[in-house]
């Protein structure tokens, strides 16, 4: 038991500004999944591994936790609306957002500053979450500003 707020962690944890990512799955039933998370990183150039974790009372956490194959989207400063698209609960995610097909069938959500299409590589245990770690298959970088989150809210970087 830890004498720590939760509350008051998750505060402290605002304090780091973080880019806002949308990460998508194609289930083995052929449906598509989606959550917005905060929690990537990258892990290694050579060979190309990144990181996300996912909250194990997250609503899609089984049919992200069964994929093979995802796609880590580094929102683009002008896809605040689809962040929150994704972080909500229930409902189709994918209604009205406009993507293809990637690696597997994955879906590839147009507009981002950046994609990596990966296959998982590793899976642990993180307390309350998931930490998944993928192999990048394929990329892109659009060269567009990112979105980001700190202290509860948006922000944009600064421009020169």
Known sequence: MSNIDPIEF???????????TVVTVKAEDGSLCG???SSFNSVS?????ILWSIGKESTSFQALMDAKYWNVHVLAEDQEALSG??????GDKFDGVEFEDGVKGVPVIAGCAAVM???????YEGGD?????????DFSDAGKAPLVFS???Y???AQD
């Open 45 to 49: 150039l050579d060979p190309a591994l």
């Open 129 to 137: 979450h998931i930490i998944l770690v993928g192999r990048v298959l």
């Open 151 to 153: 202290r509860g809210r």
């Open 35 to 37: 959550v917005t998370a």
């Open 117 to 123: 299409q990966c296959q998982i590589e590793h899976q």
């Open 10 to 20: 998750r505060n402290a944890l605002g304090s780091f500004p973080t880019g806002v």
């Open 85 to 90: 698209n994704f972080a909500r609960s229930g």
């Open 155 to 157: 922000a944009r970087l």
